[in-house]
């Protein structure tokens, strides 16, 4: 019996010993197989992806330059940003990790989902750009899942940040991300996608000085994607800095008088044409372009009645009013239509053909001369001084004025505005010009077209003797050391085709209007300084003769006059013009007057 249950025994030990045996060949035999696969199939294949998992090269975005006031006061900087991407080759199935961020995340996955798409035919090796600008709680939650989320790489990025919100927000413009057709382009050789460039105002005009130069870095990562080790760096290059022409005090004073009011209002050093104050009102924050638009935000901007992404100081055009009564005034007297010791009768209107033209002044005016007529801007007096012109004699001189073009300031999107003649209208609407469409030219009113950077100009030119600057509002250009790399000079686009005498004639005028009690600028008067200055009331659609002097409360606001008053200070020795354009302000020297002061008053003063 013992000996059977021995035999048994070894029986039983010896199977099982051979079956463990047969096992470790098994597994060692498919051991082998894979082995011979993965070494000798694909080798080269898996020899290639260890190489691009191990050494890789990382871009480095340049610190964008910084903007400055004409005093040195930082406009405009860059905060550090977050920003998620995803480089597909060590995600291995990217929307899988993409679930799982928005999950983590709590966000919508469609919109990283997109730039999937957007990104299809990068290098697996490459990271895709899916949040920018992300909060510190989501960086702590993709850090805590790291080894959940593979191929998912957080980078620190400079970011636009502009300090005072909204503040000279059309002037310094926006950074947006990069088009696929802007790099297409090859205006932008040294962006890629997910890059954010200049695309209004400052920031747009001098993008190549703001970009500085790329900087790349040669990293280890493991098989997750993270960085190991830095073998080597070339740092990036920073942006140059720009000085502005702009006074930041100045602007902030406009900005504050433009509060709760649709228009601009601008303010030039009429010496050399350096732009003190750019405001257009109502404004936006380029902030929120910089952090990332939204679409419901974009859609509000856009939809918006008062076009706050509008910089009405260049892209707004305008009936000029009565401050075209300067070019009408220059045009008789150089023509010899009128004398300084012309006088012309005004009884408070004018017969022209089968209609009367009225003057703002029911009762009329009386006797006139060109002065008397500049201070009280009688409408009938130059109703019959731009009869004896017509139109296409005050045509050529409003262009030389600088109207109906643009004036070339550094700034994108400029408007030309609208000089008509006889020529245009018959081959725009194919109707011979009628002799009353002059009568209305003449007083700024009819076809003209302005934009306030135009009458600014021809106010500036006024006030230095009849030449005429481009505007600019850049004055230097700094490299990130401080060394200077280049100044903007003064450029002097021409002079008026008017005599010393006519430009005296002029100031005379200008002067009276604002410190005579008749002139109709009496209330920007400041004690103390010799202001001269135009009011201009610009009509935007035919009143019947029942609606002209309702008040301006009882009708329709798209119905009421646009308000203009351009000016310059002090008249002897000047040393800032402006112009503000008030839509639907109602009267000139009411509405758009007292911004006029304030700012003269402010610059001065400072």
């Known amino acids: 019996m013992d000996r059977y249950l021995h035999t048994v ?20 035999s498919i051991l082998l197989v894979r082995l011979y696969y993965l070494q000798i199939i694909e080798g080269d294949e898996f020899r290639r992806q260890s190489q691009e998992n191990c050494f890789r090269l ?60 957007e990104a299809k035919g990068v290098p697996s090796f490459k990271p895709i750009l899916l949040m920018r600008d992300v909060s510190r709680d989501a960086v702590a939650i993709i850090e805590a899942h790291r080894l959940d989320l593979p191929g998912i790489v957080i980078t620190v990025e400079p970011t636009r940040h502009y300090i005072e919100d909204n503040r000279a927000s059309h ?8 088009s696929r057709g802007e790099l297409k382009s090859g205006s932008f050789p040294d962006n890629k996608m997910g890059d954010f460039i200049g695309k209004f105002g400052v920031e747009k005009a001098l993008e190549p000085y ?72 109502p404004a936006y924050d380029p902030n929120a372009f910089a952090e990332g638009m939204t679409y419901e935000l974009w859609n509000n901007l856009a939809s918006d009645q008062f076009h706050p992404m509008e910089n009405k100081a260049i892209q707004g055009q305008y009936p000029p009013g009565s401050t075209y009564k300067i070019v009408t005034a220059i045009a008789g007297l150089e023509e010899g239509v009128i004398t300084e010791h012309t006088r012309l009768f005004c009884p408070g209107h004018y017969r022209y053909g089968n209609r009367t033209f009225r003057c703002w002044r029911r009762g ?62 018959l081959n725009r609407m194919g109707i011979p010009w009628q002799g009353g469409e002059t009568l209305s030219v003449a007083i700024g009113q009819g076809f003209n077209l302005v934009t306030p ?10 006030a230095n003797g009849g030449i005429r600057y481009k505007p600019s509002v850049v004055g230097r250009v700094e ?81 009421r006059d646009h308000a203009w008053f351009i000016a310059f200070a002090p008249a002897e020795e000047p040393k800032i013009a402006v112009a503000v354009l008030i839509e639907h302000g109602g009267h000139g020297s009411k509405a758009a007057g007292p911004v006029a002061r304030e700012m003269i008053r402010t610059y001065l003063r400072d």
């Open 171 to 178: 002037l310094l413009g926006y950074l947006s991300e990069i």
């Open 479 to 559: 490299s990130p050391d401080g060394s200077l790399v280049e100044k903007q000079l003064p450029v002097a686009l021409g002079r008026f085709s008017a005599s010393t005498k006519t430009l005296q004639l002029i100031m005379r005028g200008l002067v009276d209007a604002v410190n005579k009690t008749t002139g109709t600028g009496w209330i920007v008067r400041i004690p103390g300084v010799n202001v001269a200055g135009k009011t201009g009331t610009a009509q935007v659609v035919a009143l019947e003769e029942d609606d002209k002097g309702k008040p301006l409360e009882s009708q329709p606001r798209h119905l």
């Open 9 to 28: 025994d070894s029986d039983w030990y010896r199977h099982r010993v051979s079956g463990a045996v047969i096992f470790v060949l098994v597994a060692f």
């Open 364 to 425: 009329g005016h009386g006797s006139m001369n060109i002065i008397d007529a500049l201070a009280q801007s009688c409408d009938v007096f130059f109703y019959q001084v731009g009869e004896k012109l017509g139109v296409d004699r005050l045509a050529r001189y409003a262009n030389a004025c600088g109207l109906g073009s643009p004036t070339g300031i550094d700034l994108d999107k400029e408007a030309n505005g609208l000089v008509p003649t006889s020529v245009w209208k």
């Open 58 to 117: 990382q871009s480095i975005t340049p610190a964008r330059g910084f903007i400055f006031d004409r005093n040195g006061v930082l406009l405009v900087e860059n905060r550090p940003s977050f920003n998620v991407s995803i480089i597909s080759g060590d995600a291995k199935d990217p929307k899988k990790v993409l679930h799982k961020l928005t999950e983590l995340l709590n966000i919508v996955p469609e919109t990283l989902f997109a730039r999937l798409v």
């Open 453 to 462: 950077v135009q009458m600014l100009s021809l106010i500036s030119a006024v």
């Open 210 to 281: 703001f970009h500085g130069r790329r900087g790349k870095q040669h990293v280890e990562v493991n098989a997750f994607g993270l960085v190991t080790r830095i073998l080597k760096t070339e740092e990036a290059i920073p942006g140059k800095n720009i000085y502005l022409t702009l006074d930041i005090k100045l602007q902030r004073k406009v900005e504050a008088l433009l509060s709760g009011k649709v228009g601009t209002a601008i303010a030039m050093d009429p010496s050399n044409g350096h732009i003190l104050a750019m405001a257009s009102s």
